[in-house]
Nanobody, 127 residues
Framework: QVQLVESGGGLVQPGGSLRLSCAAS?????????MAWFRQTPGKDREFVGA????????YYADAVKGRFTISRDNAKNALFLQMNSLKPEDTALYYC???????????????????WGQGTQVTVSS
């Protein structure tokens, strides 16, 4: 079992920055566990933001956030981070941390591939 707790969300002006954190714990969490960030707004499907496949240093991003967001993982602390720069109003969403130990690389962009989810942290980008 894996427990995930997100933090770092808030209200920020367009062009600003936020850093989201996801603290992971549980006996089944390991270096083989892939971790990802998704976001969701009311009435829309959960959208992939970025992921780290296992702990091998391979990162993946949605086209909408490339060049602005950076995902990273601190294996020693069992933590996942999302550094968000140059934020836009369209980045406004509830951001979720996700994790799964068995997910394959071809499924890392799909929310249905993840077994564990945090409760989300709200990011609002507005003037």
């Amino acid at each position: 079992q894996v427990q995930l707790v997100e933090s770092g969300g808030g209200l920020v002006q367009p062009g600003g920055s936020l850093r989201l954190s996801c603290a992971a714990s549980g006996r089944t969490f390991s270096r083989q566990t892939s971790m990802a960030w998704f976001r969701q707004t009311p009435g829309k499907d959960r959208e992939f933001v970025g992921a780290v496949f296992r702990s091998g240093g391979h990162t993946y991003y949605a086209d909408a956030v490339k060049g602005r967001f950076t995902i990273s993982r601190d294996n020693a602390k069992n933590a996942l981070f999302l550094q968000m720069n140059s934020l836009k109003p369209e980045d406004t969403a509830l951001y979720y941390c996700a994790a799964d130990t068995q997910i394959i690389l071809s499924s890392i962009r799909r929310p249905e591939g993840y077994s564990y989810w945090g409760q989300g942290t709200q990011v609002t980008v507005s003037s």
